[in-house]
Nanobody, 125 residues
Framework: QVQLVESGGGLVQAGGSLRLSCAGSGRTLSNYNMGWFRQAPGKEREFVAAVNWIGGNTYYADSVKGRFTISRDNAKNTVYLEMNSLKPEDTAVYYC??????????????????WGQGTLVTVSS
């Protein structure tokens, strides 16, 4: 069974950068579409970014477009989220997820096949 493990979260000042990683273990992620979601305190989990299984198409929430970049390295079984120009409102627990159906990721379905445990990103002002 595939497990997703996020890393790279931490504390950063506003305007700074972080790179999150999501590594798959147990089986290849190359057949999965991948997404990043986040949940801020007291708020619903929201879609952040997605990449299709081959890496040719990427999708972003308006709130992060131009600042965040999602990418994948299927040889390393890892998906990345490069976050630049971070703002305090980006503070959240970030989760990666995987599903064979990209539309489910884009719609933020709660029934995605795989979820990671989350990594905390805190942006100070």
């Amino acid at each position: 069974q595939v497990q997703l493990v996020e890393s790279g979260g931490g504390l950063v000042q506003a305007g700074g950068s972080l790179r999150l990683s999501c590594a798959g273990s147990g089986r290849t992620l190359s057949n999965y579409n991948m997404g990043w979601f986040r949940q801020a305190p007291g708020k619903e989990r929201e879609f952040v970014a997605a990449v299709n299984w081959i890496g040719g198409n990427t999708y972003y929430a308006d709130s992060v477009k131009g600042r965040f970049t999602i990418s994948r390295d299927n040889a390393k079984n890892t998906v990345y989220l490069e976050m630049n120009s971070l703002k305090p409102e980006d503070t959240a627990v970030y989760y990666c997820a995987a599903d064979p159906t990209i539309v489910k990721i884009l719609k933020g379905s709660r029934s995605l096949e795989l979820w990671g445990q989350g990594t905390l990103v805190t942006v100070s002002s």
